[in-house]
């Protein structure tokens, strides 16, 4: 058990089901969860392929409605809501970060970035200005003008949580962001993600391995459509990774972009 007192939930879900029909098969995809999630907490979802756990990110970041059961988004209910609804509160609260990084190709960095403040209607100068700091938060402010085939895994990822970050959202949800790259690129992803969650952003990831879940405090287990564990490591810092080898933003590390390195 967590030995603080809980903070504002601001993922509430009561019995979620999801069910797909396949022809004459119906396909029971989530069959009855039930979450809180405060604000400020980094939990990371894991079970096996067809769990579950993608149907029940794409609800909590509105981009499917449940079948039934209720969500509530930072106050506000929104399984009934319509699409533009919707669409609204996740240019507003939510940002998505995917495990093929979801990049327009042959379009900059900085313009890839710049796409979530198009729909959302913020003025070009302010878009430059905002997708440069974005890009420069996460390491990338030499590469502003690099399309995706001229950057690496790792950085075209870095690229997408800026995209991800720069409406600057309360909830960040990333469905194996580590799946398509090497283990210390993972890494540096996760310091990336810890740090952004140290700073405020609440942040929800889905994983198949165990090191990759061990940055993030709360680990919930999928089987079947249901929640079958549901743990929180006592340790005294908020987040971190299992050995304590994260570094402070900034901090020792050598190169003098920050903590992510090239
Ligand atoms: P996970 O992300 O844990 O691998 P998913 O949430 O993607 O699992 O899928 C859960 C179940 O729902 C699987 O049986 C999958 O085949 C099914 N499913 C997911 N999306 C659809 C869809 N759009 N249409 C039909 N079935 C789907
Ligand atoms: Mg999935």
Not at 42 to 57: D, F, P, W, Y
Not at 197 to 223: C, P, S, Y
Request: with cysteine.
């Amino acid at each position: 058990m967590p030995s603080t007192t809980p903070a504002r939930a601001l993922i509430q879900a009561r019995d979620l089901t999801k069910t797909y029909a396949m022809g004459d098969q119906t396909v029971h995809a989530l069959r009855g969860v039930s979450l809180d999630i405060a604000e400020g907490e980094m939990v990371a979802i894991m079970g096996a392929s067809g769990s579950g756990k993608s149907t029940l990110m794409n609800i909590l970041g509105c981009l499917d409605q449940p079948s039934a059961g209720s969500y509530v988004l930072a106050g506000e209910p929104v399984q009934d809501m319509a699409s533009d609804a919707l669409a609204s509160i996740r240019n507003r609260r939510i940002g998505f970060v995917f495990q093929q990084f979801n990049l327009l190709p042959r379009t900059s960095a900085l313009e890839n970035v710049e796409l979530p403040m198009v729909y959302a209607g913020v003025p070009a100068a302010q878009r430059h200005q905002r997708a440069r700091a974005a890009l420069e938060r996460v390491g990338l402010g030499q590469r502003t003008g690099h399309t995706p085939a001229e950057l690496s895994g790792g950085q075209q990822q870095r690229v997408a949580i800026a995209r991800a970050l720069v409406n600057n959202p309360q909830l960040i949800l990333a469905d194996e962001p580590t799946g398509a790259l090497d283990s210390q690129t993972s890494e540096d992803i996760m310091q990336l993600l810890t740090e952004l969650n140290r700073q405020g952003m609440t942040v929800v990831l889905v994983t198949h391995e165990a090191d990759i879940a061990a940055w993030a405090r709360r680990t919930l287990v999928f089987k079947d459509g249901h929640i079958v564990e549901d743990t929180v490591r006592e340790e005294a810092s908020a987040a971190g990774p299992p050995q304590g080898a994260r570094a402070p933003l900034g901090g020792s590390d050598p190169q003098s972009g920050g903590a992510w390195g090239p």
